[in-house]
């Protein structure tokens, strides 16, 4: 989303007319957060998910349930994406904390919904583990997320974490079971429309195919992609 800065403070006088009144400020965030995110001001982002934060807790007690809880959970759960972007990981993993913890403590969410919902909180802290190389811990979160998105259905939310759980493998050279999840994100992500998604996991395969040499892989993602062994090759030539 491309915003002048014209229309970016008037956005923002909204947001704080919206916040005086102790009313929803979601449309009016997330348009401000989008534009901040399409520029990559992630200082700026998390500036403006701090005060939003900070202004919703100040909202009469019984209104931060529902719907307004729902949409601070979303601002904490965006400023812990901010401080990822901002290498700041211990930050980061006590932002997804306290928004699982807004999240759990909500009392207007019936307990399937909020379980379905608690899926990308912990797809986030296994994300913050990972890069903290907490693998253990990584690999925890990322299975209680998938354990979720399993029970739910969701195929794409199985195939980025699968991918994710690849790759904490890849770093402690398991490589069976960096194989076995890359493959299988493979053959979930091809079933939409996500050729970016396709080429990251492909980058993956590929960059385990370098150190292994295992040519299973090959006919594997032929398999999936259901093209010659020779045209899977190039494809992970390609990536690799």
Not at 11 to 22: G, H, I, Q
Not at 104 to 132: M, T
Not at 187 to 209: C, G, K, M, P, Y
């Amino acid at each position: 989303m491309r915003l002048s800065e014209i229309e970016y403070e008037n956005l923002r006088t909204a947001l704080d007319l919206a916040l005086d009144a102790n009313a929803s400020i979601q449309s009016f965030y997330q348009s401000l957060s989008g534009y901040l995110d399409a520029v990559q001001d992630h200082e700026r982002a998390l500036e403006l998910g701090s005060y939003v934060s900070s202004c919703l807790e100040r909202y009469p007690a019984e209104l931060p349930t529902g719907d307004l809880g729902l949409e601070l959970i979303g601002v904490v759960f965006k400023i812990g994406n901010c401080q990822i972007h901002l290498n700041r990981f211990d930050e980061a993993g006590a932002s997804y904390q306290r928004a699982l913890a807004l999240h759990n403590q909500n009392p207007n969410l019936d307990p399937g919904k909020k379980r379905q919902l608690s899926a990308p909180i912990y797809h986030q802290l296994g994300r913050v583990a990972e890069e903290q190389r907490h693998f253990d811990e990584s690999e925890q979160y990322y299975k209680k997320d998938l354990e979720i998105c399993i029970e739910f259905n969701d195929r794409y939310g199985q195939a980025t974490t699968y991918h994710q759980l690849g790759r904490v493998a890849e770093e402690q050279l398991r490589w069976d079971s960096a194989k076995k999840n890359f493959l299988k994100a493979l053959e979930l992500i091809v079933e939409f429309n996500d050729e970016h998604s396709v080429a990251v996991i492909l980058t993956s395969i590929a960059r385990l195919w370098g150190e292994t040499q295992d040519n299973i892989l090959i006919s594997s993602v032929a398999s999936i992609l259901s093209i010659p062994d020779d045209e899977a090759k190039k494809l992970l030539d390609k990536w690799l």
